[in-house]
């Protein structure tokens, strides 16, 4: 492990989460893995997935860590302590499904994006949206060393350029190119009913995607609500 990287909490011991941590623990990264229960469950759960992770809680995983990836059920983003996340990035990897979430009305607004909601109840934190696009298998099986002509492309949207930045070369380290859209309402490109989400691409076909957002069921809508405002 290096230990001038920054630590990484994964809040969600799910199987995205647990895929993330394999992928940082192979970066070299300090991880810390948390989810509503017993640490010594989660432990036994992602152990044989991603070796030296440390399951513990989640106010630990926030306090220890540098960078928080948020790997919950969308719905869940409210049992998350908006102090403990102060002065943290937090990489926001989740998506609205209501068949898991709910009908969340906050959520079918098509003039904003899920990461904005998650950034406006975290506001002591820079959050950036990425690693939600690809499906958990894909990113365990396609990581690929930089360079290397079969590397898939995960989309990163975010206000701070140097948040950005650093999500960039976690990406990067992680093993796949890193996308930048612009800031972070640019994330709904990435949500579930536009081309890139599910997308398992390489980073020109990644940004082809994006540019054809206005086409996708997700850029419609967005269109027929500034229509409806007058904006359009």
Same mark, same amino acid.
């Given at each position: 492990m290096v230990r001038n990287k920054p630590a990484i909490g994964i809040l969600g011991a799910?199987? #995205?989460? /647990?895929?993330?941590a394999k992928l940082a623990r192979?970066?070299?990264? =300090?991880?810390? +893995? *948390?989810a509503s229960g017993d640490p010594k469950h989660i /432990? *036994?759960?992602i152990g044989y997935v991603a070796e030296g992770a440390i399951a513990t809680t989640a106010? =630990? /995983?926030a306090s220890r860590a540098d960078v928080v990836i948020l790997a919950l059920p969308l719905g869940k983003y409210q049992s998350i302590d908006p102090e403990s996340l102060g002065g943290k990035l937090v990489i926001d990897a989740m998506n609205y499904w209501w068949t898991t979430d709910g009908d969340r009305k906050e959520f079918t607004d098509p003039l904003i994006s899920s990461s904005e909601i998650v950034r406006d109840y975290l506001p002591f934190s820079q959050v950036v949206k990425a690693l939600n696009h690809m499906g958990f298998e894909e990113l365990e099986e396609e990581?690929?060393?930089e360079g290397d002509p079969g590397r898939k492309a995960i989309g990163i949207a975010g206000d701070n350029p140097d /948040?950005?930045?650093?999500v960039a070369a976690i990406v990067n380290e992680f093993g796949f190119d890193p996308v930048v859209l612009g800031e972070l309402a640019e994330g709904m490109k990435l949500e579930p009913d536009t081309e890139a989400f599910g997308a398992d691409a390489a980073a020109d076909e990644l940004r082809a995607? +994006?540019?054809r957002f206005p086409?996708?069921?997700?850029? #419609?809508? #967005?269109a027929r609500a500034l229509r409806q405002r007058g904006e359009l």
């Open positions: 799910g199987r #995205l989460g /647990a895929v993330l192979a970066a070299g990264y =300090e991880v810390w +893995i *948390a /432990a *036994a759960g106010s =630990e /995983a990581s690929r060393p /948040a950005v930045d650093q995607m +994006i540019t086409k996708s069921q997700r850029g #419609l809508r #967005l």
